[in-house]
Structures are given as C-alpha cells and as structure tokens.
C-alpha cells in the first residue's frame, strides 16, 4: 500500500461519522443462521469494524485487521457500544503474518488488490480458515464502474465469478450469486451496486 492510499483512508477514517454505517454488511447479516454459535472469526480489512463486531455480537471471537490506526480506534468505540469487544490487528494485509485456525473469515469489499497480490492474499484467506470453516466474501463486479457507488475504479480489481471459482472452486456447498441491488452502508457504499457473494465452507 502506497503512502498516497494510507493517508487518504486515514484522512477520510479520521472523522466523527461511520464512513460505511455501523450496521453490517447485508451478506454478513443474511448469514447469521448459518454462521457457528461460537469460535474465532476473522475480518478483513475491517475498517471501522461494523462486520467485526456484528460477528462478535453473534458470540464469536473476533481479530479486525486493518491498515487504519483512526478506523479501529472506531472500531473498538463501536463494539464498547454495542457490549461487546473485539481484538485489533494494524497491518497491511501484505506484510502481516496471517494467524490460522479460524472458523469464520469475512472479507467484504476488500478491492484494494492488484491482480498480482491477489492469489498470495486468497491462499493466505485459505490457509487462516481450519477444515470446515466458513467463508464469506462480497465485493463489486465490473459493471460497478458504471454505477459507480462504490469500490475501486480499476477494472482489474474487481471480481468475476471465474475469478472466484478458480480461487475457491473446491469449498464445499459453495454458492457465488452475481446480483445487482441497493446499498445503503454509509457515505461510502451507497446506491444500487454490481455485487458478486461467496459463502462456502473450506473442505474438511
């Protein structure tokens, strides 16, 4: 990550607002019954931490990772608010050595890839996830550069349905849905989006 992308995303983390809402991504929301009733949970590229603590609320034990010293300090206001607590982990995903035996990773709109950096980051989403454990990925398509309420403006870093299959394509019961719907997560995801989901369970 470039000095230029840290300090725009601290810039725009160092407000009073929620820049994505507090509420929890809508996949993440939807797979409350499907997510198990206790273990270790890990979110990407947490941010201001409303999916970190939205798992720990469903009595999970939770790691937030984030480059953002000013979103966790958000992070941990909202899970005091919300009576739980999260641990917080600073660290370019890149750089930082990824702990494993987790049941649950989350990784919502974590666009910010390169072609290149990618498969190193989607082995290390594999290798943190134990046998059996859950995955749940959202992020933009590429016709999100014509709505253009969110995400990345580069192509390159947006998904396909074959860039996921290739990724993940032996998760047992996987299911990927390509969907076009209204976003309502804040300043920052908001309007209808060209969304692609992943939930899948890494094979035991």
């Not at 996830?129 to 749940?136: D, R, S, T, W, Y």
């Not at 999100?144 to 349905?161: A, D, F």
């Amino acid at each position: 990550m470039t000095s230029e992308h840290f300090k725009m995303w601290e810039s725009r983390f160092a407000g009073e607002d929620y820049v994505f809402g507090t509420a929890p991504n809508a996949l993440l929301a939807s797979c409350r019954d499907v997510l198990p009733k206790q273990g270790r949970a890990l979110a990407i590229a947490d941010g201001e931490g409303r999916n970190g603590v939205f798992l720990a609320e469903c009595g999970l034990s939770v790691l937030s990772v984030d480059f953002s010293p000013a979103a966790q300090a958000k992070a941990h206001k909202l899970a005091a608010a919300r009576g739980v607590t999260i641990e917080t982990a600073t660290a370019d995903l890149m750089q930082w050595q990824w702990p494993g035996g987790f049941d649950v990773v989350a990784g919502i709109f974590f666009q910010f890839l390169t072609p290149e950096q990618r498969p190193r980051i989607f082995k290390n989403i594999r290798d943190a996830l134990k046998p059996g454990g859950l995955l749940l990925i959202e992020g933009y398509r590429p016709k999100q550069l014509v709505y253009k309420t969110g995400g990345p403006s580069q192509v390159e870093n947006l998904y396909t349905r074959e860039l996921l299959e290739e990724a993940f394509g032996d998760f047992d019961n996987l299911s990927i849905r390509e969907h076009d719907s209204e976003v309502a997560e804040g300043v920052g995801h908001a309007g209808i989006s060209a969304l692609i989901d992943l939930i899948g369970w890494k094979p035991k």
